[in-house]
């Protein structure tokens, strides 16, 4: 795990596709200036695949959900410090009946990836 005051030095990089769209840098901010933590400004790329190319250039960190962690050369740490701040909510709605055998791999997949995280939440 990697404490917040640890990356405050580094480039932080959030994404969303106008400085209107900017929840995700709203959110990282809120997670350091909770703490009192200064950090340097967060510079915003057009979404998670620029996100995660600017990360893998060596170029700076983000926070980002726990979920994907299939990318080369990309280290995924804990944040250490706890919070509600630093929870996140995904809820996910479908219409049960007609379900397509997409919609019901897509289901399984995501209640497979919440048994993952819970089980690794209660190992941490």
């Known amino acids: 795990a990697i404490s917040l005051a640890d990356l405050a030095t580094e480039q932080i990089f959030s994404f969303g596709e106008t400085e209107t769209h900017n929840l995700h840098r709203q959110r990282i901010q809120e ?3 909770a703490r009192g933590i200064r950090h340097r400004a967060i510079r ?10 600017m990360i893998a250039g060596n ?4 926070m980002v959900l ?22 996140v909510s995904v809820s996910v ?8 055998p997409i919609v019901r791999g897509f289901v ?14 209660r190992t941490a």
Request: hydrophobic share 35%; aromatic share 6%; charged share 35%.
């Open 108 to 121: 399984e997949i995501l209640r497979e990836v919440c048994r993952s995280f819970r089980a690794r939440k």
């Open 93 to 100: 709605i479908w219409r049960k009946t007609g379900e397509s």
């Open 66 to 87: 726990p979920m994907g962690r299939h990318q080369e050369h990309i280290v995924y740490r804990r944040i250490k410090e706890d919070g509600e701040d630093l929870e």
């Open 44 to 53: 915003r790329v057009n979404g998670s695949e620029s996100l995660i190319a």
């Open 59 to 62: 170029l700076g960190v983000s």
């Open 31 to 33: 997670m350091f200036s």
